[in-house]
Structures are given as structure tokens and as C-alpha cells.
């Protein structure tokens, strides 16, 4: 006997509200027992027999079982039991459908009494929970049979769709390989393909499925014309230049993606939408519309990192993402560090400076930064004051690869080091290139960050020419279901070449390692060459390198050992003849907002008289 299985495809949302806590103190959102303060509370138990089913069965039951999953959670009146319970049967059976069980068979009782054998408005009695049975029999496990692709999709092979004769029946099987078709379609530019039929038919004699799919490719077609709606302060003609859907151009669903993405990263929207026409324009295009939500366009925030040895550091910030009505963002910040590593406020670290980003200039793809920071700093090596001015522009080659170049002129008043007091006027050429595949900017999982950079300078007050040349590369690599371990790894070298001594770069270009964004275990800019009288000179060269296993004990909660390790010497080019290595393991506790960090360091083989361990915390993964 054949009989119809349906199969549904209906995305089940759940809009929870949540609370965030941060070391057992509510930040914002609603406590989770207010959640279960409903109308006429009912409660309930839940026996679900499952000696019949195999583990992987009964273990995607239960995980589908709203009955189970809420067994603690109130509902509201004899009634809300009975809706739940249907809900939950519908849910038990797509689940078996997607396993291929589609003979399979789902009993549920309220009280005994069978669930469609109940009255329309039912009444339990209030003295003890509702009992409420789950009662699961599978079935047979079903098999594909016969297979039929129907219009355009007749030339496509099924076996590439997993549609194979006696391969795996499952619902979400034969899902996928009609939704994979019709992606397939589109992306060889039919933007109206569709599926047109999806026949499934289980045979309950023979425990298979004849499976038959129907799908109409519809015309190639370019992009057409490209309208805008939702916008208020942005200029929707800025919108289509920088979303780089070029009419003309032959349609992707890749190019849509990829707009769409370069629109949210601009942070000027809270929601951005592509949507294609149902039909082709009359010149034969596909017009398409940007649909858009502008955001809060004002920002500002606080933040803050703390260490042993270097104390603690604030920083604020006020910025506008909309200036000029171009996503054209102005960010104005300050910090001030060290407070706590010394009392005298003069001898504080403190920063102020304002940053404006201009994305589409000149191009859709090129974004110009320009910059002025002022800074006074006083770590070991020197002290210094100094003005920074800078402009570049950066040219996306494609969505991984990005290519700058600009100006810099920067203004160090009486600097202070080993060599003695100095001033530095210096004129330099910034050129770098990056490419970044990395899955996720604040805490990746997968791919990597690689740069090469260089910097020709000029120091005009000594008439010396100088380049620095730096590269990294950071690696991220999970492993396991949900990424419950990442490895990640960081390697950085640079080299300054030109001058004729040290001592005529200016201190702040030359090289330190050290601290909690560098070689953990030692202070901030430890890691340099010395003079006889411990005067600490800056190096020519460097090599740094960071291990991390970055390993989930909860969803919020990660253990992190690591090991740090750096060279900086006085040649041009690395020799390790003083390679110092800082070990340790950090906590992790996932926000809303990036990991929080806290990671504790010991120096391998510290200097004399040196650090002899560091406590570090803050915001971000340490790379």
C-alpha cells in the first residue's frame, strides 16, 4: 500500500528574553524566573518511554521535545498542556520524518487519556502536576527508491543532491536537494528559478520513497535597476555605489551576499535587506531593491585593561557613523595608562585623537582614514611627547585582500632615552597589504590574518632616512562539533633598516616586546637590548610568536593555556641570541560584546631584577 508522507519545511522561531549577568551581577534583560510568571500556572511531568529507540534516536526526540526541554516551566491553564502537547507531536514527527521514519507512530497522554481523545476545553485536577506520557514507535527505516527529476532539473544528476536509490530517505535530505538545485540554477544567473513540484510518496509495503522534483530554471538575466527604500540620513545614491550591484553585470546571489555584508560593516544600519523583483523588466533584467534600517548614528562607550605590571589603563570614545549622510564616521577618544604603576600623574601615559573614515572615495572599494592623535608616554625606555598627523587610502582587491598607502608626519618633543634628550621630525610613507579570511573578527574559529607592511621615513631634524618592515600571521583553527577547542597561533618580525646609529631613529619606532598584546610574563616594552648601564635602547629587529588552545568548559567559559615567546636585538636582522619565553592560561567569559580576558603569565627566564609574573585582563581575545 503507498501512502502520502508531507513533508513541511516551516522555520520554528522563539523569541526568548534573556538576561546577561556578569560574575552573578544582572546587567540588563529579565531574570529567568520572571519568565515563568504566567496566567493560572499549570504544571506538569513528563515520562517519555524510549526503551524501543536507539540512542541517536531517542537523544534527537528529547532534544526536539519542547515537553522535556520546558518540564520545570509553568503553562498557562489545562489548556496551554494540551497545546503544548500537540505542538510537541508535530515536532516528534518532523523529527522521525527526518530520519527516515516516516511509518513511525507518536502516542501522547494527558492523565491517561489519549490527546486527540480529549474534550475541547479539558480540566485537570490541581493537587499534583499534570502527567503528561510520550510513547514513540518508529517504525521502519525508510529508503529512497525511485527518483525523478522533472523540467530543467532533468539534467541535472541527483546523485550530486544526495538523491541516490536505497541512500537516505530523510526529510531534510530531500529538502536540501531541491533548495540545492535551485541555488545551483541562480548561480548560473536564472534569478526566477524556482521549484515548481516536490512529490514524495513513502511506500509503507516496501519501506522506501519515491521522490519526484520539479524545477524551472527560468531566463539568464543581468542586474537591472537598483532602487533603495528605508533610508533617512544616508544618500541612497551612496547606498548603490558602495553596495556594487553593477547593472549590466550578469546576476549572482554571491554578489547580493556579498553587498549586503558590505553594508552592515559599515555600522550606519541596523538591518539591510536585498530583495530581487518577482519578474524580469522589460529590457530583460532583474531590477532588485536595498531595503534598509538606519541605526543610532551617535555612539560612545568606556573601556578598560588591567595588568600587574603596567596597572590599569581607561580609554573613552565618542563617535558619529553618519557625518556627512556617506557613512562617513568621526571618532574622537582618550585613555590615559600605568595608573596604579606610579603615583605621579605626570608620569602617566595619555592619549587623545580623532580619526574620520571615508569609505567610497574615489572608488566604491576605497576607503580614506585620516588621523591626528597626541600622546605623551612614559614607559621604561623613554619618555616622550609627540603629535601624530596621518592620511591614507585603503582599496579593497576583493572581500579578503586590501592594499593602503598614505602619509604620516609625526612631532616628538623632547624625548627623553639611553642616548639623552632629543627632538624628532619625521615624514614617513606607510604601504601595507592585508589579507584576512578570518570567520569572525572578535573571536575567529577559522581562517587567518596576514600582513606585509613598510614604512620609509625621514627624520628631518638629524636628516636620517630609515624604513621599518614589518609581517604577521595569525591562524585560527577549531576542532570538534561546535568549535569546543580553537587552536590559534601568531607570528610577527620586523626589521629597521637605514640610520646610521640607533639612536638616531626616534624611540618611539624602534622595537620592544613585552606585555599582554605582546609576550605575556613581562612588562610592557621589557624585551630590548640594554646598555651596560641597564638603560633599556630599543632594537632593530624582532621576532615574536604566540601559541594558544583556546578550549570551551561551558558556553560562557573557556580555559586558555598559551605560551608567548620574543627576540628583539640591536642588528637589522633577527639573530635570537636574547629569546625570552612567558607561559600561562587565561579564563575566558563570552559577552554579547567579545570574550572577556584574564590571563595570568610567568617568564620562563626572566631578566635579573626583572618581572616575575603578570596578571592581565581585558576585553578580546589577546589575537
Known sequence: MAVAAALALGPVWAGNAFAFKLFGIKLWGEDDNTADQVSDPVHYTVDFKSDNLDKDLKSALSDTSMLIANKDKAVSGDLGVV?????????????????????????????????????????????????????????????????????????????????????????????????????DFKKEGHPLARLDKRDVIADHASNTVDVSLKVESGPVAPFGNVGVTGQKSVDPDFIKRYARINEGKPYSPDELKKASDRLRKLGVFSSVTIREADKLAPDGSIPTTIEVSEGKQRFFGVGAQYSTIDGF??????????????????????????????????????????????????????????????????PDAYDA?????????????????????????????DTTNAFGKHKYLTVA??????????????????????????KPSYEAMGGSVFS?????????????????????GKLAAGSL????????????????????????GYGYQEITPYNS??????????????????????????????VDAGSVTDTAFPDFSDLRIGAGVGLRYATPFGPIRLDVAVPLNKYNNGTAYGIYAGIGQAF
Do not use: C
Not at 601624530?388 to 618633543?413: M, P, R
Not at 569572525?440 to 587567518?448: A, F, I, M, R, S
Not at 621599518?468 to 590559534?488: H, L, M, P, Q, R
Not at 629587529?541 to 567559559?557: H, M, N, P
Open 83 to 183: 497545546v503544548k502537547a500537540r505542538d510537541d507531536r508535530d515536532r516528534l514527527i518532523a523529527a522521525l520524518y527526518e530520519k527516515a521514519r516516516y511509518g513511525a507512530v507518536v502516542t501522547i497522554t494527558i492523565n491517561g487519556t489519549p490527546l486527540d481523545a480529549l474534550p475541547p476545553t479539558p480540566t485537570f485536577g490541581r493537587s499534583k502536576p499534570v502527567a503528561v506520557a510520550i510513547s514513540v514507535d518508529p517504525g521502519p527505516l525508510f529508503k529512497l527508491g525511485n527518483i525523478h527529476l522533472l523540467g530543467d532539473a532533468a539534467r541535472l544528476d541527483p546523485a550530486n543532491y544526495g538523491l541516490l536509490r536505497g541512500g537516505d530517505a530523510g526529510s531534510l535530505t530531500i529538502l536540501k536537494a531541491g533548495d540545492k538545485m535551485v541555488a
Open 313 to 378: 589603563g581607561l580609554q573613552g570614545y565618542w563617535g558619529h557613523r553618519n557625518l556627512t549622510g556617506r557613512a562617513d564616521s568621526l571618532r574622537i577618544e582618550g585613555a590615559v595608562s600605568r595608573i596604579g604603576e606610579t603615583t605621579d600623574f605626570g608620569q602617566l601615559d595619555y592619549s587623545a585623537g580623532l580619526t574620520y573614515v571615508r569609505p567610497a572615495t574615489f572608488y566604491p572599494s576605497a576607503t580614506f582614514t585620516a588621523s591626528l592623535k597626541m600622546q605623551t608616554l612614559h
Open 385 to 413: 611627547n609627540l603629535v601624530t598627523g596621518s592620511g591614507s587610502l585603503a582599496y579593497d582587491i576583493n572581500d579578503q585582500d586590501t592594499v593602503s598607502a598614505g602619509g604620516e608626519v609625526s612631532y616628538e618633543a
Open 429 to 454: 610613507i606607510p604601504l601595507e597589504y592585508v589579507r584576512d579570511t578570518r570567520d569572525n573578527k572578535l573571536d575567529p574559529t577559522e581562517g587567518y590574518r596576514a600582513s606585509i607592511s613598510a
Open 468 to 488: 621599518s618592515f614589518e609581517g604577521s600571521i595569525t591562524g585560527y583553527k577549531g576542532i570538534g562539533a561546535n568549535n569546543n577547542v580553537v587552536f590559534a
Open 497 to 520: 633598516l637605514g640610520a646610521n646609529g640607533i639612536e638616531d631613529i626616534p624611540a618611539t619606532r624602534r622595537f620592544y616586546a613585552g606585555g599582554g598584546g605582546s609576550v605575556r
Open 533 to 562: 648601564n641597564g638603560d633599556a635602547l630599543g632594537g632593530r629587529s624582532y621576532v615574536t610568536a604566540s601559541f594558544e588552545a583556546r578550549v570551551k568548559i561551558t558556553d560562557s567559559i573557556g580555559v586558555v593555556p598559551f
